[in-house]
């Protein structure tokens, strides 16, 4: 089993429609990230999260929010999903020391 | 100015050469630093982490970091077909733990 799921993994959606994208892991980290990637942007900060009460937005959280439900799941939602949010979406969760980050497989959104 | 910074590339190397990757960053207290690397389509995975200044090897990669230079390198030697990725350089600022990519050089090695 992987140490980061992410569902669902392939999603097509129309604008104005809510989604949300999950993320589970077994690691046991308190660290869990969300990042969009686009191509030639690398990966981008959307939230992350160093606790269930702590929740920091990234360098693109508008049109974003997050849940840390548990220490093991954390959810990425699009309260009104528009096309440029059209990306490739992944969940990590790093160790106490940041030596490194454990990817989920990652989840291609479209919106259309 | 962007906090990680990296040529886009693409760049090609031939097979059996070594492939030099370099990224630059922007904060200057910016205490880790990592090598991922990333096939079309799949998650990044890490190749290399590296903390202090100096070189760093690991098999045929070797990464090096100068802080006073705020640049991190990744060489990789005796490149192979297998090595055609996107290879993204990430930081841990210093003013907060969140992890910090760039936008990750395309390496082609050609036959």
């Known amino acids: 089993d992987a140490d980061v799921t992410q569902t669902p993994r392939n999603r097509i959606t129309k604008t104005g429609k809510r989604i949300m994208l999950e993320c589970s892991q077994t690691?046991?980290?308190?660290?869990m990230y969300w990042y969009r990637q686009d191509p030639g942007l690398g990966l981008r900060l959307i939230y992350y999260?160093?606790?269930?009460?702590?929740?920091n937005k990234g360098e693109i959280s508008d049109g974003y929010s997050v849940s840390r439900q548990a220490q093991a799941k954390f959810s990425l939602s699009l309260e009104s999903a528009i096309p440029n949010q059209t990306a490739l979406y992944f969940c990590?969760?790093?160790?106490?020391?940041?030596?490194?980050?454990?990817f989920g497989q990652g989840t291609r959104l479209t919106v259309v | 100015q962007k906090e990680v910074e990296q040529n886009s590339g693409p760049l090609s190397v031939p097979e059996g050469a070594i492939a030099s990757l370099n990224c630059t960053y922007s904060?200057?207290?910016?205490?880790?630093f990592f090598w991922y690397r990333q096939y079309s389509g799949k998650s990044p995975e890490l190749i290399m982490f590296?903390?202090?200044?100096g070189d760093k090897e690991d098999g045929r990669f070797t990464a090096q970091l100068n802080k006073a230079s705020q640049y991190v390198s990744l060489l990789i030697r005796d490149s192979q077909p297998s090595d055609s990725a996107t290879y993204l350089c990430?930081?841990?600022?210093?003013?907060?733990?969140?992890?910090?990519f760039g936008s990750g050089t395309r390496l082609s090695i050609r036959p």
């Open positions: 990430a930081v841990i600022p210093s003013s907060a733990s969140k992890i910090i």
């Open positions: 590296i903390y202090s200044n």
């Open positions: 999260s160093f606790d269930v009460k702590d929740i």
């Open positions: 990590a969760t790093s160790d106490p020391e940041n030596t490194e980050a454990f």
């Open positions: 690691k046991g980290h308190d660290r």
């Open positions: 904060d200057r207290g910016s205490q880790s």
